[in-house]
């Protein structure tokens, strides 16, 4: 289940930070990413989160492919 929170520095610009938990060899695993956003672009809270959202579910969806890609021992 990926999730998403909003970060916002005091001296930098705000961002999300995402985590993803990814199933591997039955355990549970945590990877952390970021997505920055540009306000000018997504004006509202409602299209950040909505961004901020599907980033975090692709981030998501390619961290568990490329964990079952390394378990199967394909790279491509």
Do not use: C
């Amino acid at each position: 289940m990926a999730s998403i929170e909003l970060r916002t520095p005091k001296n930098k610009p705000a961002y999300y930070k995402i985590t993803a938990s990814i199933t591997l060899n039955g355990q549970t695993i945590r990877k952390f990413s970021r997505f920055d956003f540009d306000p000018k672009t997504l004006r509202t809270a409602k299209q950040h989160t909505a961004a901020a959202t599907v980033a975090a579910f692709e981030f998501e969806t390619k961290a568990q492919e490329e964990a079952e890609r390394s378990i199967n021992g394909s790279w491509l």
